[in-house]
């Protein structure tokens, strides 16, 4: 759905059907309709009196418009003095064509509550009679269609208008279903008072999640649906207070500093029925509108938003874990279905599916469309298919049981009859995540009867060490373990973490044979070395037990015991202190016993 680009098809127009009575004019060329486009197909009227009206005036519209989805239109009129009415305003659905369909002031149904293709007679949304006031019918007439969405294009096939002498008058008030000239077909939310305000009611469907969601590696696409189950409609009107972050700027401001386009605040138009007048107030709200470039026209920011969550015993999908966030989808309200079309996507409070018989003020609205006048009809319903820009919501998770939960209006930027029912929770199992840990990997090194083993993992949140001798490690990484005879060994690795548990094995083969002299060299080191009277002594214990630490001097006389004790398996640093120990400047020796490993390093000290 895109901003409307408007653009006009001119073509010559041959007047015929003249009589005393009656007279029509049609149109002789087509007019091609394009995605996000108007086209204005122009019809010559010529040779009436200067002046029409309810003796002789316009009495009937009839046009043929092949289109594979016509809920995209609204098809207006305009006359040679600029005066315009809309005859129908993004009616039928995902219907196709309007053939055959006459406008009529007596036509015994209204063209909201008829279904495409609308062959036959209708009442058009705006009255014929507004056109029939005095003014000069001579001249060019228009017929335009306007193209809010993508992906359907059509044709203008052909128009006639009819003039004739005392044009039907308009149907009296109680005619047709709830609209703003026709107060008692409206019903309140009680359907007994006669004054109320009739507030739309939005929801989320269930079903298109249900039906359209894909999962890949890494994502979950699906499609989104936003019906008007309410007493009004949904309707938004700019308000000309545009802004650039917080700063006001003139809402002919293309772009703002961050590059990105100003953003405009709402007005939300709400409606009053008293006995069979319906009024209309409007009241400023916390949303805004942006145009959006890529698409071509405005949308209502953040107007759902999708996540994936983990459930509680809560019934409210709202307050559960957050496990994957979606962006907070912006799009144009517009009526793309509604709930009988689209059986199933409408659902009242208990899960029962409804269709527009069970929505009494269906299809009451007046506005739908992608400029800065946007709405959703009662019964209708906005569709955001898959694959639309935003229409997933990206994941780092495991595989396991889950919920999209969709919700409208997140922010609660607009007036409701119900503020509780904005969002459903649908039900996901995913099997094609990746579990990180799948194959846990890991590096031994082993020197006589002692093995040293670690791993590289992340986000691990327990290790177990089994070294195939009946010995476990549960807390250390590196770890240590010395065998108590030689043979061959089978050590499991098996690591935890929020995926689940994987493990991994390697043989070793202990043979008691002579300490390997690179992991022993590796257990002691000094430094600085030279050093100026203080230095650093660290070292790592493959398994706890008796340690010694002493110095020797380069005659092999041992001069001092630094450490002399217990120490369990780990790595250690000690601080020697050459002047606290009364050692002159020269060359020495420290020496590190424990468990019958011995590793010696030289040290210099030099003031």
């Not at 935003?390 to 609660?412: A, K, R």
Request: charged share 10%; glycine share 8%; net charge negative.
């Amino acid at each position: 759905m895109k901003k409307l680009l408007p653009s006009a098809l001119f073509v010559t127009m041959l007047a015929s059907g003249f009589s005393a009575g009656a007279q029509t004019f049609n149109s002789s060329t087509t007019g091609p309709i394009q995605d996000n486009q108007v086209v204005c197909v122009p019809v010559t009227v010529t040779g009436l009196a200067t002046s029409i009206d309810t003796g002789f005036g316009l009495c009937q519209v009839c046009i043929n418009i092949t289109h594979t989805y016509i809920g995209d239109l609204d098809v207006y009129l305009v006359s040679p003095s600029g005066d315009s009415i809309m005859l129908s305003n993004n009616q039928g659905g995902g219907g196709d064509n309007y053939t055959g369909t006459c406008f009529r002031m007596d036509a015994p149904t209204a063209v909201t509550a008829g279904t495409a293709p609308y062959t036959g007679n209708y009442v058009p949304e705006n009255s014929l009679n507004l056109f029939n006031d005095g003014q000069d019918p001579n001249g060019t007439w228009t017929l335009c269609v306007r193209d809010e969405a993508p992906a359907d294009t059509g044709i203008v096939n052909s128009v006639s208008l009819n003039f004739c002498s005392a044009p039907p008058v308009d149907p009296p008030w109680t005619f047709g279903p709830c609209s703003v000239n026709n107060g008692n077909g409206c019903l309140c939310p009680d359907s007994v008072s006669t004054d109320c305000d009739l507030l739309p009611d939005m929801t989320a469907s269930a079903d298109i999640i249900t039906n359209s969601m894909v999962e890949s590696p890494g994502q979950v696409d699906l499609s989104n649906a936003t019906p008007n189950i309410g007493w009004g409609p949904m309707e938004i009107h700019s308000s000309g207070s545009c802004w650039c972050d917080t700063v006001s700027v003139p809402c002919s401001t293309t772009l703002c500093p961050s590059g990105n386009p100003p953003t405009e605040k709402l007005l939300q138009r709400l409606y009053h029925k008293n006995g069979n007048t319906i009024t209309s107030f409007d009241t400023l709200t916390p949303g805004t509108m942006s145009y959006h470039p890529t698409h071509g026209h405005v949308h209502v920011n953040n107007w759902a938003w999708f996540t994936l969550r983990t459930a509680t015993s809560n019934p409210d999908a709202t307050t559960w874990p957050i496990v994957s966030t979606g962006s907070k989808t912006s799009f144009c309200l517009i009526n793309l279905g509604d709930c009988t079309s689209n059986l199933g996507y409408c659902r009242d409070s208990l899960g029962n599916t409804i269709t527009m018989a069970d929505i009494p003020n269906a299809p009451f609205g007046l506005v739908s469309g992608c400029g800065t006048s946007q709405g959703i009809y009662t019964g209708m319903l906005d569709i955001y298919s898959i694959g639309l820009p935003d229409m997933f919501i990206p994941m780092d998770v495991c595989n396991g049981n889950y919920y999209i939960v969709s919700i409208t209006d997140p922010d609660n930027n607009f007036v409701e009859s119900n503020e509780n029912n904005n969002w459903v929770a649908v039900p996901i199992t995913l099997t094609m995540q990746s579990n990180p840990l799948n194959n846990p990997s890991f590096n031994t090194m082993l020197s006589n009867m002692t093995v040293n083993t670690s791993y590289n993992n992340t986000n691990v949140t327990s290790v177990v060490w089994d070294f195939g001798d009946g010995n476990m490690d549960s807390t250390n990484n590196p770890a240590f373990h010395t065998y108590g005879a030689p043979g061959t060994y089978t050590i499991t690795l098996t690591v935890t973490n929020p995926c689940g548990s994987y493990s991994s094995t390697q043989v070793v083969t202990v043979t008691g044979l002579k300490d390997d002299p690179a992991f022993v060299k590796s257990l002691l080191k000094t430094y600085p070395n030279p050093n100026s009277g203080q230095a650093t002594i660290e070292y790592t214990l493959p398994q706890g037990g008796k340690t010694e630490i002493e110095i020797y001097n380069v005659l092999g006389e041992k001069t001092a015991t630094v450490f002399s004790g217990e120490k369990s398996a780990g790595k250690y640093e000690l601080a020697v202190d050459f002047d606290a120990l009364h050692l002159p400047d020269g060359n020495y020796f420290i020496r590190l016993k424990t468990n019958g490993f011995t590793s010696t390093q030289k040290i210099t000290c030099i003031r």
